[in-house]
């Protein structure tokens, strides 16, 4: 008998006759079944949200922060039973998922630290008789949509800044990984988080997303995932003219200079490409070679991909399944489409025996700014690779796309880092590293990447309002 789980609807877990399945991406079996929200829950969870808002915005910043340490402390606590249903729902190798448990926590208490560091600012005013101050205060009900790529540190990322910031929040994760999110919800009533002030809502993500861009109560949306969809929310959202962040679809170049050290250039593409088997809005889309180091670069990374192990997540593997027979197609499709128009298989380019969602690590050359494996987000384990000559050419290659989320680099040229920092048109840089995911990230893009910035130091800055204060002294 697999578990059914409820909605957390201020502080009770609600059940609903409705639910929908979740499978594991790597042999398809249902492994759980999710409550599907009614109209009426979610209008309750809203409702509930802005009566906890009213009191939890109240509490002093000392006690919010000891509340999300009780948190952090919890959720490494049970580091290993997360990581188990990371992988159970969306595939990833479990190495993977005990990382981003840690990633995950890391933002729990990061926002716990920096609510305590939260101010305004009083200005010296120029009229004498005034004072002029701005103060930073809690923007209110926070709706937080998140992706099934990172089932719980893209959920904390976005929660635990809320939180820390005196906001409630309804959480809709991925009807693809609810299961993290929910686990997460049992830990935070543990730690202590007041009834309402978290709440998680499953089911129809489009009716979901239309009642709560559609609600005046809700004053914030946060959404983590394709642009379509960020797109729709934004529209959605401009009836109440509401607080939006997005982040959203990329398309990261991974450039590798002619000075580059070449060991190292691999390893950090390696890293980035086969995260989450490609699926991360960061994963290297793109790989640039300069022609004097590409034929000996070309065959690392065809010794490279031989030795990546593709399998189940809970074995020793390097890369998972997709997450759905969609996300394979997309995959598929674009192999196609490459091969149309004159691209050629380096390496790999079909579906792995390893399972049904499985698709081999695939290198494309002969690639064009034509094909759909240039121009869009893969998100699967393959990569267009290109011969580039001149730096000014590449620039204007690499910028000829409308994402501008992370691009990486490698060269030992340390004139070329700042002019390529300059030229491009990402919000996030990898210089010889292929790594740039932690809590100190100001993690957004350019473009139609998104707007704004999760985590770093301006972390609650989202989920802050500013009031401006002109106090004429009268007395
Ligand atoms: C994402 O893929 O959306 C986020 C990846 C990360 O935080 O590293």
Redesign the pocket.
Known sequence: MVKNYGLLIDGKWVENKKTLNVLNPFNQKKIASVSIASVAQIKNAIQNSQYAFKKWSRISVKDRSQILKNLFRIVKENKKSLSETITMESGKPISESMVEVD?GASFIEWAAEQSLGSYGKIFESPELDKKMFYIKKPVGVVAAIT?W??PL??VT?KVAAAIAAGCSVILKPSELTPLTALKFGELSIESGIPSGVFNIINGDAQLIGKLLTESSIVKKITF??STKVGKLLMKNSSSTVKNISL?LG?NAPFIVFDDANLDEALEGFIAAKF??AG?????ANRLFVNEKVFEKFQSMLVNRFKQLRVGNGFDDVDVGPLISNEALEKVESHIKDAAKKGAKLVFGGKRSDAGELFFEPTLVGNVNKQMQIFKKENFGPIIPLVKFKSEKDLIELVNDTEYGLAAYFYTKKTSRIWEIVENLEYGMFGVNSGK??TYL?P?GGLKESGIGRE?SLQCLEPFLETKFISWRVND
């Open positions: 990633y992706p790529n990172f540190a893209m990322r983590t995932g982040e990329g995260r989450n699926q991360t809005c960061i994963s740039i995911s990230n993690f985590g």
